[in-house]
């Protein structure tokens, strides 16, 4: 029953983006996998080569080194990847509408979350940051500034939240991605569905190494 849980966990944050979105997520959910990755039963695949990106995309960076899970994130032609952990498993059924990424190792869930929204990047923060603030338990909500991600505006976000009578504390990083009159708006988000915190090693291994790469 793994995938479910994930669905779950996922879906918690997929209740937040979309009210943001005119049209919902129009993500392209099929699983990118290397035949390395299918011994293991895991999903990865190298991002494409940041070379391959116009030179004055915002969105050029470095690939990911090693096994990643990638997405192509609807009609925009951007895709976004995640490292995938020694010994975690891809969920492509748990992947649908909002649901970009969806996999896990044990009781630590990640999860990357969004679509496309007809608002700039600081109202996209705002409007994200406002629901937090209403669903977050007491009032626990941290945002902070988080450095670019591939040179799109980021930031860090922790708050406690209960999936399946568990309280857990979520891990979360919100990208946005400006497109002229709309945005993609993306959430990574890592959960210990046990309730204990995160190990801060594989917390930054997830959310500080995310790839995303604009169309030629």
């Known amino acids: 029953m793994r995938p479910l849980r994930i669905s779950l966990a996922a879906l918690a944050t997929t209740a937040l983006i979309v009210p943001l979105a005119a049209c919902g997520s129009d993500a392209d959910n099929s699983a990118a ?3 390395a990755a299918e011994a293991s039963s895991t999903a990865s695949e190298e991002a494409p080569a940041a070379a391959d990106a116009p ?3 915002a969105g050029t960076c470095a690939p990911i080194e090693g096994p990643s899970a990638e997405v192509t994130v609807g009609d925009t032609g951007y895709t976004v990847a995640m490292p ?3 010994g975690w498993e891809r969920h492509p059924e748990a992947e649908a509408d909002s649901i970009l990424l969806s996999m896990s190792s044990g009781s630590v869930t990640a999860s990357i979350v969004g679509g496309t929204v007809e608002v700039g990047p600081e109202e996209a923060f705002q409007q994200y940051t406002d629901t937090l603030n209403m669903l977050s338990q007491d009032g626990d909500l941290q945002v902070t500034d988080a450095p670019e991600v591939c040179g799109y505006p980021a930031k860090n976000m922790t708050y406690n939240t209960a999936m399946l009578d568990v309280q857990v504390v979520q891990e979360a990083k919100m990208i946005v991605v400006p497109l002229g009159e709309r945005s993609i708006s993306l959430v990574a988000t890592v ?3 046990s309730g204990e915190p995160v190990q801060p090693e594989l917390r930054d291994q997830l959310l500080e ?4 790469n604009a169309p030629a």
């Open 191 to 193: 959960i210990d569905e």
């Open 209 to 212: 190494n995310i790839y995303i």
């Open 55 to 57: 030179a004055d995309t």
């Open 84 to 86: 995938l952990p020694e």
């Open 33 to 35: 996998e290397s035949p």
